[in-house]
Antibody, heavy 113, light 111 residues
Framework: EVQLLESGGGLVQPGGSLRLSCAAS????????MSWVRQAPGKGLEWVSG????????DYADSVKGRFTISRDNSKNTLYLQMNNLGAEDTAVYYC??????WGQGTLVTVSS | IVMTQTPLSLSVTPGQPASISCRSS???????????FYWYLQKPGQPPHLLIY???NRFSGVPDRFSGSGSGTDFTLKISRVEAEDVGVYYC?????????FGPGTRLDIK
């Protein structure tokens, strides 16, 4: 059974940093591209970033480019999202997805002073 | 690529059909012959669940009352007979181009 478990969310002050993790199991992690999608409270879905199966290629939404970095460790079956210089507009539930059929339950990031 | 959905909300009597449309600002047909278009349902308090991939393919476990159709820039999700468990927000998405983009969502509730 495919499972994706996000962690690392929480309350952070504006300008701060967080690193999200997504632990994958039930499939050959290194064979699949992965992505992060977020959802602000009461709002729709927004794609944030994606990474190739090898980790050699990554893309970002303009809203996070230069602040967020996606990475993966195929030996640990884990996807990461390093988020720097966070602002209130980054407050959201962050989901990891195995493009595009399997999603985790999400982790909430709240940026507030 | 901008994704638009109509309607943005609909209320359906159980057992009746429902239809949601999605239009993309550019063609989603790739040179590899695939059309990179998806439908999701997000039930309250849950992550999105994939219903349809590449326009018309039902994802694993999706009931056959859900069907997808369309081509190029115009797509439709049909529910042949709505059930109470179909309540939630339906999103379309394209992955042919970065940034991947979603439609604004269509909220379905039961009359």
């Amino acid at each position: 059974e495919v499972q994706l478990l996000e962690s690392g969310g929480g309350l952070v002050q504006p300008g701060g940093s967080l690193r999200l993790s997504c632990a994958a199991s039930g499939f050959t992690f290194s064979s699949y591209a992965m992505s992060w999608v977020r959802q602000a409270p009461g709002k729709g879905l927004e794609w944030v970033s994606g990474i190739s199966n090898s980790g050699g290629g990554a893309d970002y939404a303009d809203s996070v480019k230069g602040r967020f970095t996606i990475s993966r460790d195929n030996s640990k079956n884990t996807l990461y999202l390093q988020m720097n210089n966070l602002g209130a507009e980054d407050t959201a539930v962050y989901y990891c997805t195995r493009n595009w059929g399997y999603w985790g339950q999400g982790t909430l990031v709240t940026v507030s002073s | 690529i901008v994704m638009t959905q109509t309607p943005l909300s609909l209320s359906v009597t159980p057992g009746q059909p429902a239809s949601i449309s999605c239009r993309s600002s550019q063609s989603l047909l790739h040179s590899d012959g695939k059309t990179y278009f998806y439908w999701y349902l997000q039930k309250p308090g849950q992550p999105p669940h994939l219903l349809i991939y590449e326009v018309s393919n039902r994802f694993s476990g999706v009931p056959d009352r859900f069907s997808g159709s369309g081509s190029g820039t115009d797509f439709t999700l049909k529910i042949s007979r709505v059930e109470a468990e179909d309540v939630g927000v339906y999103y379309c998405m394209q992955t042919i181009q970065v940034p991947r983009t979603f439609g604004p969502g269509t909220r379905l509730d039961i009359k």
